[in-house]
């Protein structure tokens, strides 16, 4: 049985119902004294009514003066405006005149509302007088905005609806700006507006802060209300209230629906919104239907008592519906039905429901819900289409994850003044063929014989879908649950963690009412999970009791609250330890009275409060004096320094069995420490033994070690001290690993000639590793950009589901501006896996699979991490290797490139022997070079463990496989468009020299080959292997810049930053990182790099040269595929130099160049789209995997 809805059936395009204001006017003249806004009492103010017939009049009068005024359809007026009866009178006004209306919210700081009032570019603007007396006249900052900026056609200066039903827009000049439009109260101005009218702008998050605004149409404000009059049983006896933000979408809802039926409007006083407060307000007034967002919900029942039996239905809308809201509502509203709504704001009242019982119907229906409430299925002619994310063609089954679209003829007409965002979400049904529905219309037109007015501006039927970015499954009864978004990973220390299923786990604690999980940065700009929890008071008190232990009762301060829950925060933490990876738990975890909301009624996440380091230092355990004496000294000092550095950290509450990451450190302040170990202890520990011992007792050990190595450290690992005898270094036997390794490979493998094969192959299959890394995204794009012959790509990424996977790679790929949506139309698939696991972690039904379809294996994706040693990186960097190679060695005959790395060659064997042979006249390394120079002396895990897999690979070329081996060095960004890395090494010297108005003098040359053609040279090699069975290509510049061109070419495009000797660059790094937090200087970019910019720089950055003919003949013969022969090679140039600095700027990565100083060249235009600016801000640094 089919449970996903029909993407192809008729959702009445054309049917509309006509205009909100005219339904409205229509309810009026048939009942003009009927109440329709009610005004509740409160201690300042008494109960006001108004009739409908006060509310039209009102209406009709403002929006004749706007017309009169030069207001045209579809101009924006902006409402200054407070929560009552002179909203609906403005809102109702603004739609008269053919106008969209759009909402500032006094709550809103001033910078804010100038952002909104430079999207929406009003014509005119309505102050509600009473906006201005209870939160203040609008800014100066704004005034002088709009006095320079805007073109005012009108402003109404202080509206608002007497007592007696007439209305006041303020003086001008001595006379009330509204008095010529008196005498035209009684009448409609006649403007005619049609489905495709914009009566609304409403705001929504966007990218790096801006909101966006979303322009509504007509139609969907009339189209839904008989359907939900009939299923929810609204009627004009209904009292609806006004509890939503008046600048949020919702309140469209809280006033239309009740306008439409006939029914009443409550509004409450400001301080009836409040814990306690509201459910009291709820029984006073008789309210019968609300609209509520879920925070809104938890303030209605937050510590309240007072029943409301009157409320029959409550609309959720806004944010996830959490069963214990549900409950706890129902036992103050026994007869209410829960309608939980989802939608977004450019779906406007086009949403899906999901429908409760009340209580007193079926006092047992919640026992069977999860926790969070689900979405449900599309209300009239609305469908929640559930898509592949591999196909997008197909719609998904029972229980498989996808990304939910909302189709209806009632979506908003898009993004103002951003056609390019718009085309991206609101798409075309690629299901069926619109052309259908208009021939359909035209149809129905000829046949009636009646052509309505409001065709003349009809842009006809438009079967479009809007992407929520939300992930969903149907259920067996077809409705929609929401699993998750496609954009909630963030990733730290190079994990990707998912918000939702750390707020997921927080929601089923026990003693948790309420929780939401953000990522905050500290002072070192370094990313925290920091969790907020509201704490179920009641049932903390008990589980205190049970436990022998007594509240304290501190005031509500973050000390206060950081100490009263001190232990409700180690039981929380406890509990998520139990159900998350390590790195998934937060750091810090908040108790809050309640939560922050914005005036919308959602949670105010900037408002969350971040505490300080002063008063986590307050609130954390104190241990005995004794505690601390009974430190060896090393641990002593090593504490001190500790807690010198990590925020909220005492060194006397440090344990020996703590770990510097677990108190709260991360890689930063671990370069800090390292460089105050070296200060205190005159001796030099590099980031890999902090890694193998970040315990405080386990790296004081390290530091006793160094000092006196000849005594016995009970708690050290064996180390071998290096020439000078005062660093300390773990030399792991990677080599001999390798040599174990070859055992568990594969016997044979069965590689024809497969060149030959896929010369006339339609359609080779590629499978690729790290698709969702810098280089792994250019490799897509040169794979699937080809098309004589075309390539099919499966990608492995690291995912939840395979739905997720394309996600990620999307992601990833519009961050670097490559993506295409044709790759999804069969091209590209993408399987769940990850390198650490067997067979990939792919399932063995997909593993069997793949064997039998897989023409080339690119193996491209690593764990790269410059601290860990081996045996941290091997799992995903050898293991991952050894399961790439066995996918080779069964099934269809495959050919194997492998991604490794110059790292293998960062040995003193190889600079010496580059020097030598460069000296005879030749290349550099070898190609064919055995890589026994760096069997030992390979200085960081990643370039140990590219060496093992090398070792591997070539192994298995012996045993008949035949394939490449890529290696590159520094991979720039993009030569076109300037997309850059800005987690590299040298990306952050550019920057670094930058902050320090120098650059250092380094002659070495650099190895820089920009992205695009790395990844043609992994391509050209995957397809046409140079060396039979299995050779080497090495990637290489053609010419190198030097170390100095590259610095240099900062002054070229105007930076000053002149170039001094390095013992001078070194010394101004050092003094800049010492005053950082004195100055508040931004952190300095090579802090991540401290330890090993602060060395021996220039010896360090020696690299070889290298040999690249078989990259070269690769190159030669891919042409005949691609038509172009890249055999030549590329290089970083001075003017690729300034896209990329061009790029840097345009992200925010570098500042721009001084304007005063003269540069020599001119950097080029970088234009980053908006769609590309939020993909950047999701997407990981180097991560591949």
Not at 47 to 73: C, D, K, M, P
Not at 988 to 998: A, H, P, V
């Amino acid at each position: 049985m089919e449970i996903a809805p029909d993407p192809t059936s008729d959702l009445h395009w054309s049917e509309f119902r006509g205009a909100i204001h005219d339904i409205f006017a229509q309810n009026a003249k048939k009942h003009p004294e009927r109440p329709c806004v009610i005004e509740t009492a409160s201690e300042s103010s008494p109960r006001r009514e108004f009739t409908y017939q006060h509310i039209n009049e009102a209406s009709n009068l403002l929006a004749h003066h706007l017309v009169q005024s030069g207001i045209q359809r579809g101009d924006v007026v902006m409402v200054y405006a407070y929560r009552g009866v002179d909203l609906v009178v403005a809102v109702m006004g603004v739609l008269k005149a053919g106008a969209t209306f759009s909402v500032i919210d006094p709550a809103y700081p001033p910078d804010r509302q100038v952002i909104y009032l430079d999207v929406a570019k009003p014509r005119a603007l309505v102050v509600i007088e009473k906006a201005s007396q209870e939160a203040g006249p609008l800014s100066d900052t704004v005034r002088t905005f709009i006095s320079e900026n805007l073109s005012l056609k009108t402003e109404v200066p202080a509206l608002i609806l007497k007592d007696d039903g007439s209305l006041s827009g303020g003086l001008k000049d001595g006379k009330d700006v509204l008095a010529p439009q008196v005498p035209l109260k009684a009448e409609l101005p006649g403007v005619v507006v049609g489905p495709d009218s914009n009566p609304t702008l409403s705001f929504t998050s966007g990218s790096e802060g801006r909101p966006k605004g979303v322009r509504g149409r007509h139609f969907s404000l009339t189209y839904y209300f008989p359907w939900m009059s009939e299923r929810f049983n609204l009627t004009e006896k209904d009292k609806f209230t006004m509890l939503s933000g008046i600048a949020h979408d919702p309140i469209q809802r809280d006033i239309f629906t009740p306008l439409f039926l006939g029914a009443q409007l409550l509004v409450p006083a400001k301080d009836d919104i409040q814990h306690e407060n509201l459910a009291e307000w709820m029984r006073r007034y008789g309210a019968t239907v609300t609209h509520l967002t879920p925070a809104m919900g938890q303030i209605l029942v937050g510590g309240a008592s007072a029943q409301f039996p009157d409320l029959h239905h409550a609309f959720f809308v806004g944010d996830i519906l959490i069963k214990r809201d549900c409950l706890a509502l129902q036992r103050l509203a026994p007869n209410v039905q829960i309608v939980n709504m989802y939608g977004t704001t450019e779906t406007q009242r086009a949403v899906s429901y999901y429908e409760l019982p009340c209580r007193a119907q079926d006092p047992a229906y919640m026992n069977c819900m999860g926790d969070i409430i689900p979405a449900g299925k599309g209300m009239l002619d609305v469908q929640l289409l559930v898509v592949n994310r591999q196909d997008a063609t197909k719609l998904c089954k029972q229980g498989e994850d996808g990304e939910i679209y909302v189709r209806a003829a009632g979506l908003a007409e898009g993004y103002l003044g951003a056609p390019e965002l718009s085309e991206a979400k609101f798409v075309k049904n690629w299901f069926v063929d619109n052309n259908k529905w208009v021939e359909e219309d035209n149809k129905k037109v000829e046949s009636s014989g009646v052509k309505e007015p409001w065709r003349e501006i009809y842009f006809g039927p438009r079967d479009r879908l809007y992407r929520t970015g939300d992930l969903g499954r149907y259920t067996p009864d077809g409705n929609v649950e929401c699993t998750g978004r496609a954009d909630d990973q963030v990733k730290i220390r190079g994990f990707r963690i998912e918000l939702g299923e750390i707020n997921t786990h927080l929601t089923r604690h026990p003693l948790v009412r309420e929780n939401i999980t953000l990522v905050r940065r500290d002072k070192d700009e370094e990313p925290k999970l920091v969790s907020y929890v509201i704490p179920e008071f009641k049932k903390w008190e008990d589980w205190l009791k049970e436990r022998g232990l007594e509240d304290h009762d501190e005031d509500d301060s973050m000390i206060g609250m950081l100490r009263r829950f001190r232990a409700l925060r180690d039981d929380v933490r406890e509990f998520l330890k139990g159900k998350l990876p390590s790195y998934a738990v937060p750091s810090v975890i908040i108790p809050l009275r309640k939560m922050p909301l914005n005036p919308n009624g959602k949670i105010d996440k900037p408002a969350l409060p971040f505490p300080d380091i002063t008063e986590l230092e307050a609130a954390a355990p104190r241990r005995s004096s004794k505690s601390f004496a009974s430190l060896t000294l090393t641990e002593q000092n090593l504490a001190n320094i500790w807690g010198s550095l990590i925020p909220h950290v005492h060194a006397r509450t440090i344990a020996p069995e703590d770990s510097f990451f677990d108190l709260g450190g991360h890689s930063i302040l671990a370069q800090q420490m390292l460089s105050n170990v070296k200060r205190k202890f005159e001796c030099s520990l590099n980031m890999a033994a902090f890694f193998r011992h970040p315990t405080l007792r386990g790296f004081a050990a390290q530091i006793d070690h160094v000092l006196n190595p000849a005594a016995i450290h009970p708690n050290a690992e064996s180390v071998v001290p290096n020439s000078q005898g005062n660093e300390i270094s773990y030399e792991e036997d990677y080599a001999g690993d390798a040599e174990k390794l070859i055992e568990t490979l594969p016997k044979s493998f069965t590689s024809s000639e497969l060149a030959q094969s896929l010369k006339s192959a339609k359609e080779p299959t590629v499978f690729l590793t790290g698709a969702t890394g810098f280089l792994g995204a250019y490799l897509l794009k040169d794979l699937l950009s080809r098309s004589s012959p075309a390539v099919k790509v499966v990608a492995l990424v690291r995912a939840k589901d395979d739905s997720a996977a394309l996600e990620r790679v999307r992601a990833t790929c519009q961050a670097y501006n490559v993506w295409s949506s044709e790759w999804e139309a069969g091209r590209l698939q993408c399987v769940r896996g990850n390198l650490g696991s067997p067979n990939l972690g792919i399932n063995q039904d997909t593993w069997d699979r793949l064997v039998n379809e897989v023409d080339v294996v690119i193996h491209n994706g690593a764990m790269v991490h410059w601290v860990l040693p081996y045996s941290n990186l091997k799992a995903a960097n050898v293991q991952g290797t050894i399961d790439a190679l066995r996918l080779c060695a069964s099934g269809k005959p495959k050919q194997f490139a492998f991604v490794s790395s110059t790292a293998t060659l960062e040995s003193p064997h190889y600079a010496a022997l580059s020097d030598r042979l460069v000296g005879e006249g030749k290349a550099g390394i070898s190609e064919g070079d055995d890589l026994e120079g760096s069997r030992k002396g390979l200085g960081t895990g990643y370039g140990q463990t590219k060496w093992v897999s090398e070792y591997l690979v070539k192994e298995a070329g012996r045993r008949g496989l035949r394939g490449t081996i890529i290696r590159p060095s520094y991979v720039t960004g993009d030569s076109h468009a300037g997309v850059t890395n800005t987690d590299d090494f040298l990306v952050r010297f550019l920057k670094g020299s930058i902050q320090l108005d120098c650059r250092p003098d380094i002659t070495n040359s650099v190895n820089t080959v920009p992205v695009d053609h790395v990844a043609r040279i992994v391509a050209s090699s995957a397809f046409f292997p140079p060396v039979t069975p299995l050779g080497v290509a090495q990637v290489t510049s053609h010419p190198r810049l030097t170390y100095n061109d590259f610095l240099g070419s900062l002054e070229s495009y105007g930076y000053n930053v002149p170039k001094v000797d390095f013992p001078t660059w070194r010394d101004a790094l050092e003094k800049y990182v010492a005053n950082e937090g004195q100055n508040e200087k931004a952190q300095h970019a090579l802090m991540p790099l401290y330890h090993f910019v602060t060395g021996d720089l220039p010896a360090e950055t020696k690299s070889a040269e290298l040999d690249d003919t078989n990259t070269r003949a690769s190159l030669k013969a891919d042409a005949q595929w691609t038509g172009v022969d890249a055999s030549a090679g590329a290089a970083v140039t001075e003017d690729i130099m300034g896209v990329y600095i061009a790029y840097l700027v345009a992200v925010g990565f570098m500042p721009a160049p001084p304007t005063d100083k003269q540069a020599r060249r001119q950097l080029p235009a970088s234009k980053l789209t908006p769609e590309q600016r939020e993909a950047l801000s999701k997407v990981g640094g180097r991560g591949t995997l």
